[in-house]
């Protein structure tokens, strides 16, 4: 059985440039959450999607930006990548009939020079 | 959303001693979960505590959650270097398992 798998593993992009990051959630699972964790760092909530759509949102400006399939997949992208934007992606995929098990993928490395 | 104090930020320990990290809530905690984190890695769910007074093991990990659902405590008992990484506590911020704001973490290094 698959678990959480996120693709690319690492990334470095330049300022100003677009990314986008891949979650593929484990299977029977619905949900996907994304989170930023800057290094030394909790990990910090950024969205979650279920259905399609954009369910829960955190403190984020309108930079980052996601996607689910029908599949479950997900994409997170973020424009204007500033300096900050630095930080290992996470995503956690779960399931909507029991939320609290969340599983997380290995994560995606983001540098921006 | 709640903030979520851990303490201490570090720690090194001689393998075979006990060890605890503590997780402080500003609010109410409506469930907690801990997971551990290899550097620069994803995160491993340990466990998850609801009900205040509760109590979990995992083989020589223990978490409890006070009676008052502020402050939970993870017990390492005879640690390894198997227990070295980055021990992260997260509430649930909407009481749904939705939204978990998570500690800044406690790095353990065990030295062998």
């Known amino acids: 059985d698959a678990g959480v798998t996120q693709s690319p593993t690492h990334l470095i992009k330049t300022r100003g440039q677009q990314v986008t990051l891949r979650c593929s959630p484990k299977?029977?699972?619905?949900?996907v959450s994304w989170y930023q964790q800057a290094l030394g760092q909790g990990p910090q909530f950024i969205f979650q999607y279920y259905e399609e759509e954009e369910r829960q949102r955190g403190n984020f400006p309108d930079r980052f930006s996601g996607h689910q399939f029908p599949n479950y997949s997900s994409e997170l992208n973020v424009n204007a990548l500033l300096l900050g934007d630095s930080a290992l992606y996470l995503c956690?995929?779960?399931?909507?009939?029991?939320?609290?098990?969340?599983?997380f993928g290995p994560g995606t490395r983001l540098t921006v020079t | 959303s709640q903030e979520l104090e851990q303490s201490p930020q570090s720690l090194i320990v001689q393998e075979g001693k006990n060890l605890t990290i503590n997780c402080t809530s500003s609010k109410t905690l409506y469930g907690l979960y801990w997971y551990k984190q290899k550097y620069g890695e994803g995160l491993i769910f340990l466990m998850m505590?609801?009900?205040?007074?509760e109590e979990k093991s995992h083989e020589k990990i223990t978490a409890k959650l006070d009676e008052k659902k502020q402050q939970s405590s993870l017990h390492i008992t005879a640690s390894q270097p198997s227990h070295a990484g980055i021990y992260l506590c997260g509430a649930d911020d909407d009481n749904a398992g939705n939204m978990l704001t998570f500690g800044g973490g406690t790095r353990l290094m065990v030295k062998p």
């Open positions: 299977s029977g699972h619905d949900t």
């Open positions: 956690a995929s779960s399931f909507s009939l029991r939320p609290y098990e969340q599983y």
């Open positions: 505590l609801q009900k205040g007074g």
